[in-house]
C-alpha cells in the first residue's frame, strides 16, 4: 500500500517505527533519493500515475529554492527535502517528515511516547520546540524527532502529534540555546592558543552534549565567518581529540563525530568509518523486520552503521568499492 493512502492506524504505525529507528517502511533515510518514491509507493514524476493526488487532493509537488541548491519533495503526508553541492551535482537527501497534521484526527503523543517506552525507548523533552505552539521530543536510541501540539496549531489541538522527522544526523544535536552562547566563547578562543582552550575546558562540563554543543557552535561560525576557517577548524580538531581522550563517546559515535567535523584526506575519512561499523553485515542481515522485536541499542546500532556507511561512500569515491565488496550494496533494507 501506497503512503498517499495511509489510514490514521497506519501513519501512527509508521510514527512509531520512524521514532524508533530512523527508517518509514523498512526504507531508511539514507536510501538513493532516486529511489526513495518508488520505494515507499509514491507515484513519481515522469512515470505512469504521477498526476495521481492524495485523499487531500493534492498532487506531487516538486519545488526548488537556493538558486537550485534545495529541493523538496511533497506527497502531502510526507516530505522529502534535498539538497546539492553545485548544480548538476548529485542530490542528498537530508530530511523526510511525516506531516500527521494533515489528518482529520492526528495521533494522541501520549499514546505514542508509551507505545515506545513499553518497547526501551526513550522519548526526551528537548528545548528545539516552537514556544506556545509545539513542544519537540527525540528519542535518544534513533535521534528522530516528533513535535506536539501545546496550543492549537495548524488545526492540531494539544497533545496530538503534529509531526515526525528523520533528519540525517544519527545523533541528536542540542538545542539553539545550549551553542548559541557558545559561539560567543569560540568566537573569542579562536586566536586564543591552545592553553586558553584548555583553561576554558577545565572549568566546564566535559559530557558527551557538552562537546556535542561545542561542535555545532564552531559549525555556525564556519558558516558565518569562513575568512577565519582555519581558526575554527583548528579549535574543533583540538576538541575532537579532547573528546577521545575522555572517552564521552562510544567510539563509533566519535568517528561520526570526527568524520563530519575533522579535515582528514577522504580516503582516511573512508576507511575510519568503515573500520568504527558497530554492526557487522550478519548482525545488520538477522535484523528483525518490526520495530518492536528490535532492541533500543541494536536500532542505536543500526542508524550509526548506516550513517557511517553513507559517510563513508560521500568522502571517498573508491568506497564504493570496498562496500560492494563487503556486500552491503546488495541489503536494501539497509541503505542502497
Not at 555545532?216 to 575532537?240: G, K, Y
Request: with cysteine; aromatic share 10%; glycine share 6%.
Amino acid at each position: 500500500m501506497g503512503l498517499v493512502e495511509w489510514t490514521v492506524d497506519e501513519v501512527t504505525e509508521a510514527c512509531l517505527e520512524a521514532l524508533a529507528t530512523g527508517c518509514i517502511e523498512g526504507v531508511p533515510l539514507e536510501a538513493n533519493p532516486e529511489d526513495l518514491a518508488s520505494r515507499l509507493g509514491y507515484p513519481d514524476r515522469g512515470v505512469p500515475g504521477a498526476e495521481m493526488s492524495d485523499p487531500y487532493g493534492r498532487a506531487f509537488e516538486q519545488r526548488y529554492f537556493a538558486s537550485g541548491l534545495t529541493m523538496t519533495r511533497d506527497w502531502g503526508l510526507v516530505t522529502a527535502f534535498y539538497d546539492r553541492d553545485q548544480l548538476y551535482a548529485p542530490w542528498l537527501c537530508n530530511g523526510i517528515t511525516i506531516r500527521a497534521y494533515l489528518l482529520d484526527e492526528p495521533p494522541e503523543w501520549s499514546s505514542i511516547a508509551a507505545e515506545l517506552l513499553q518497547h526501551g525507548y526513550e522519548s526526551v523533552l528537548m528545548p528545539n520546540g516552537v514556544p506556545g505552539r509545539l513542544n519537540e521530543y527525540t528519542v535518544a536510541a534513533s535521534a528522530v524527532s516528533a513535535k506536539v501540539a501545546t496550543d492549537k496549531d495548524r488545526g492540531t489541538l494539544p497533545g496530538k502529534l503534529n509531526d515526525v522527522t528523520i533528519d540525517r544526523i544519527a545523533m541528536p544535536t542540542p538545542g539553539k540555546h545550549e551553542w548559541g552562547p557558545l559561539r560567543n566563547e569560540m568566537r573569542a578562543l579562536g586566536t586564543a592558543g591552545t592553553s586558553a582552550w584548555a583553561d576554558w575546558l577545565a572549568q566546564r562540563p566535559r559530557m558527551a552534549d557538552d562537546y556535542a554543543a561545542v561542535f555545532t557552535a564552531l559549525s555556525v561560525l564556519i558558516s558565518d565567518q569562513p575568512a577565519r576557517a582555519d581558526e575554527w577548524t583548528a579549535l574543533r580538531l583540538w576538541f575532537l581529540d579532547r573528546a577521545r581522550q575522555a572517552n564521552v563517546f562510544r567510539p563509533e559515535e566519535w568517528t561520526y563525530h570526527w568524520a563530519r567535523y575533522g579535515s582528514a584526506p577522504p580516503i582516511e575519512v573512508s576507511r575510519a568509518c568503515l573500520a568504527a561499523l558497530p554492526m557487522t553485515l550478519d548482525e545488520a542481515r538477522s535484523m528483525p523486520e518490526s520495530w518492536r522485536d528490535i532492541s533500543p541499542n541494536d536500532a542505536r546500532r543500526a542508524r550509526m552503521s548506516r550513517a557511517l556507511l553513507r559517510l563513508a561512500a560521500d568522502a571517498a569515491p573508491d568506497a564504493d568499492a570496498t562496500i560492494e565488496k563487503q556486500h552491503w550494496r546488495h541489503e536494501p533494507r539497509w541503505l542502497f
